[in-house]
């Protein structure tokens, strides 16, 4: 995340984050053509480095450096631009970079692509630097998640999209305490924060779109559901916080943490919370 401070998945990025206090890396993985595991969030260059092209069709030694000015994913209208950042600054790393250089930080992956390939390149990576109980991986895509289970199970895992679902049903019906969870991290958007940029884009929300915020208001978050799961050792995380009131309904909430894009307001709030 820090994208609204810094040029994303950048290892500049990533020490302003750490520097501004953040406990935690959040972080996306592809495949080069040339089978390099690099640190890139979209399939396509285009939106961060101006080229139409995809990162699976460019050899490592061959990618752009990102554009001096890139939209800002998940805030709509916004762009981050910083012409002191050399073109050094806006490189695409590799994914053993940040682990050699943020040894001790733990780090949250989202393994952007359905290839086995990637899944057990970055599962050696995790093994060589010795990091298992410092990373977290997973995808939307629930096949990703069952091989990432499969290919190295000592690393934390989140819950896929389809796992979410069956949790929810499970917590509904009551059978939630007898059900058995390998994941250890659940990590979801803050409802809260989607419909507020969803109302960004557009004047009034369709009548279906209004029910699914309400289902997703009333139990992605539901207290009780997030209370059990913490009492089971499981992680809370919702993304993606940007403003004062997301970072207060996640503490309301009882969120382990929050995923942000800016890192330097969340650690303000936190300081005056503790104060």
């Known amino acids: 995340m820090s994208s609204a401070e810094g040029y994303e998945n950048t290892l500049k990025n990533f020490r302003n984050a750490v520097e501004k206090g953040t406990n935690m890396l959040e972080l996306d ?3 080069t053509r040339d089978g390099e595991v690099v640190v890139f969030h979209d399939a396509s260059l285009l939106r961060t480095a ?15 450096r990102l554009s001096l000015t890139v939209p800002i994913d998940t805030i709509p209208g916004e762009k981050f631009v910083d012409d002191t950042w050399s073109e050094e600054d806006r490189r695409i790393p590799l994914l053993r970079e940040v682990f050699q250089e943020f040894t001790n ?4 992956i989202d393994i952007k692509e359905n290839d086995i390939r990637l899944i057990k390149q970055v599962s050696a990576l995790i093994n060589e630097f010795e990091r298992a109980e410092l990373t977290v991986w997973g995808s939307f895509n629930n096949e990703v998640c069952k091989e990432c289970y499969r ?4 690393v934390r895992l989140f819950f ?6 069956i949790l929810l049903i499970c917590a509904i019906t009551g059978l939630l305490p007898f059900v058995p969870i390998k994941e250890t991290h659940y990590e979801i958007f803050l409802p809260m924060a989607l419909k507020k940029r969803r109302l960004m884009q557009v004047q009034q929300l369709p009548l279906s779109e209004k029910f699914l915020f309400w289902a997703c208001e ?58």
């Open 218 to 275: 009333t139990f992605l978050v539901w207290k009780p559901l997030i209370s059990h799961l913490k009492k089971r050792g499981i992680h809370v995380y919702f993304w993606v916080c940007n403003d004062e009131n997301e970072f207060a309904q996640c503490n309301e909430l009882g969120a382990t943490g929050c995923m942000t894009d800016r890192p330097t307001l969340l650690r303000e709030f936190l300081n005056k919370s503790t104060e």
């Open 105 to 108: 930080i733990p780090i949250n």
């Open 151 to 154: 290919v190295n199970p000592d």
């Open 50 to 64: 101006g080229s139409d092209l995809k990162i699976e069709d460019v050899d490592y030694a061959s990618l752009p």
């Open 160 to 165: 896929s999209v389809k796992r979410v679902v």
């Open 29 to 31: 993985v592809r495949r």
